[in-house]
């Protein structure tokens, strides 16, 4: 390995947490913004070529300030945090570029670089959990993402953006507390931060009382940000009144980041350690899984806000994660994690599609979409390849999650059949909500008042659209690179089960 690819896994963070002070001192409109762009823009090219040498092989390990782990903070870089890195580093440089328009029309330009700021640090937060192996560190960028992540989603235009703010700053603070709490714990016992370390030295106290209170701090705190069932109520509100690029940035990816954290920290430290915890772990968790595909989806189907509508529905799409996780087999495990890339896809693309309506439809309720496919017929083309993908029709990237799960729930004897059964009841309570959308837009008539003739959105945001549309058709029909990743990632975690 070259000194330069070398050096790429802490350039991952390095680039946005610098471009961040840098942008704040950009006036003149327009600049912050094609700053956050360039700096999302190199970091997702970082992103893509750490993948490539994760797919030839190479894993990176980077001791930052030369000091070896455990004694030192590690960086370190494998297939589930490279695809991990392609949906955070991916979702920033789609939502800046299909943003411009919006943004500039939510905030003014004497916040614009404020703004553009916060995006960076939360881009970098967000990238340095995924490549920290340190339990603490992880904890540092988890507070840098989150408290830029409040300052995203209180700019939005609506003032209830404010109370969903708050909601969700009191659910984070929570669920990092019960993060950094159960990590004290830990390190009382074991004497190290170094989640390898920790791995190696946390069998010989497993039985102790502080592990097991340790076990149950992280995983409720993590399963807290990450908007697990029932610990999801901070969710829809923040999705609904952020201002629609940051929804597209967010739903991509921050909640995905959460689950990978716990996936890591679960599987390296404690599964296989931990007397039962597999057995816990999975019994514990399907249950809430499948809850979470029936009600969430259940809630979609009667919400008549499509922002609320679809952040019910990534409740439910983070059920599918979660159920698969919790088979805690070789398939299960890779359709869930295949499935953070899948969804990130979609649901992009479908809060793209709603930032393009939201250009020229006043409000966002299913009734303000009558007739909307006539004036904006390229958005809600958009809008109903993206929902296809949802469901899971075959072509496009959701199918292959999904059918990924169903073989590995088949696998599993008579429960899997049960499981089969709340999938397939899941995937078409997910054609109902979306063709309610698509029943308004299609085949209802526009009220009064509104438009006449064609009123698309503005070029680049409907270009981006189309782009994160068609990746959703190519990853369908060519997923190759996302199942690659994933079933690495699947058997890396499976090798700490006993």
Do not use: C
């Given at each position: 390995m070259s000194v330069e690819a070398y050096h790429l896994a802490v350039l991952q963070v390095v680039v946005p947490l610098l471009s961040a002070p840098f942008v704040v001192l950009l006036r003149p409109r327009g600049l912050a913004w094609a700053a956050a762009s360039a700096a999302s823009a190199m970091a997702f090219a970082i992103a893509v070529s750490l993948t490539a040498g994760v797919l030839s092989g190479d894993e990176y390990r980077y001791a930052v300030g030369g000091w070896a782990a455990p004694y030192g903070i590690e960086i370190r870089v494998d297939a589930l945090t490279s695809l991990?890195?392609?949906?955070?580093?991916?979702?920033s440089l789609v939502a800046l570029l299909a943003g411009r328009r919006s943004l500039d029309v939510d905030i003014d330009d004497a916040r614009q670089p404020l703004f553009y700021g916060a995006w960076m640090l939360a881009l970098a937060g967000l990238a340095g959990i995924v490549v920290s192996a340190d339990a603490f560190n992880i904890f540092v960028f988890m507070e840098v993402s989150s408290l830029a992540s409040y300052i995203l989603?209180?700019?939005?235009?609506?003032?209830?953006?404010?109370?969903?703010?708050?909601?969700?700053?009191?659910?984070?603070?929570?669920?990092?507390?019960?993060?950094?709490?159960?990590?004290?714990?830990?390190?009382?016992m074991t004497g190290t931060l170094n989640l390898a370390d920790m791995a190696q030295r946390v069998h010989e106290v497993a039985d102790q009382r502080p592990v097991l209170a340790a076990a149950g701090f992280i995983i409720v705190g993590l399963a807290l940000k990450a908007a697990v069932f029932p610990l999801h109520a901070w969710l829809p509100n923040a999705y609904t009144y952020a201002p629609h690029a940051v929804t597209v940035f967010l739903a991509a990816c921050a909640t995905k980041v959460q689950i990978y954290v716990l996936l890591r920290f679960d599987f390296l430290v404690f599964q296989g350690n931990l007397p039962g915890h597999e057995f816990q772990f999975s019994h514990f968790l399907m249950p809430l899984a499948l809850l979470a595909i029936l009600l969430a989806s259940g809630v979609a189907m009667m919400e008549r806000n499509l922002k609320r509508l679809l952040a019910y529905s990534s409740v439910a799409q983070i059920g599918y994660i979660m159920l698969g996780v919790s088979l805690l087999s070789a398939t299960g495990l890779s359709a869930g994690i295949i499935h953070i890339f899948n969804h990130a896809l979609a649901k992009g693309a479908l809060f793209l599609a709603v930032a393009c309506l939201g250009m020229h439809i006043q409000g966002l309720r299913l009734g303000d979409l009558a007739g909307a496919a006539k004036r904006m017929p390229w958005t809600m083309a958009a809008f109903v390849i993206a929902g296809l993908s949802l469901i899971g029709i075959p072509g496009t990237a959701g199918f292959v999650s999904k059918w990924l799960l169903i073989s590995a729930a088949l696998a599993e004897g008579s429960l899997g059949i049960a499981v089969v059964a709340v999938v397939l009841i899941?995937?078409?309570?997910?054609?109902?909500?979306?063709?309610?959308?698509?029943?308004?837009?299609?085949?209802?008539?526009p009220q009064a008042g509104s438009p006449e003739g064609r009123h698309e959105?503005?070029?680049?945001?409907?270009?981006?659209?189309?782009?994160?549309?068609?990746?959703?058709?190519?990853?369908?029909?060519?997923?190759?690179?996302?199942?690659?990743?994933?079933?690495?990632?699947?058997?890396?975690?499976?090798?700490?089960?006993?």
């Open positions: 991990l890195l392609l949906v955070v580093t991916g979702a989603i209180a700019a939005g235009p609506n003032r209830r953006a404010l109370p969903a703010t708050f909601k969700y700053l009191v659910m984070g603070t929570i669920g990092a507390t019960f993060y950094l709490i159960g990590v004290g714990l830990i390190y009382m899941g995937s078409l309570m997910a054609v109902v909500y979306v063709w309610r959308v698509v029943e308004a837009a299609y085949f209802q008539s959105a503005p070029p680049m945001l409907l270009v981006v659209t189309w782009a994160a549309v068609l990746g959703n058709v190519y990853f369908g029909l060519a997923p190759g690179l996302p199942i690659k990743l994933s079933q690495a990632a699947a058997a890396s975690l499976l090798q700490h089960l006993p």
